[in-house]
């Protein structure tokens, strides 16, 4: 397999795997939340504030590996 095959496997190993961690990460997050809203539904807006800030921080180090990947491909610097 010559290197280029080899980093299309990686760039789909980044992505893959990223976009699986962030879901994972998320799902685990919204269900924590749901729990702790029906516990003390005095405390939800503080809350929600900080689930939404947590859920963009890891969204952002998904885009963060897509973006890596993407140069990888597009602009590969083990080809040539």
Do not use: H, W, Y
Not at 38 to 64: V, W
């Amino acid at each position: 397999m010559s290197n280029v095959g080899l980093v299309a496997l990686a760039c789909g190993l980044i992505i893959g795997l990223g976009a699986n961690g962030a879901c994972i990460g998320i799902g685990i997050m919204g269900g924590k939340f749901i729990e702790a809203a029906a516990r003390q539904p005095e405390l939800m807006n503080s809350l929600q504030t900080k689930m939404f800030l947590l859920a963009g921080l890891i969204d952002a180090a998904f885009l963060i590996g897509v973006g890596l990947a993407m140069m990888f491909t597009f602009a590969n610097p083990f080809s040539g």
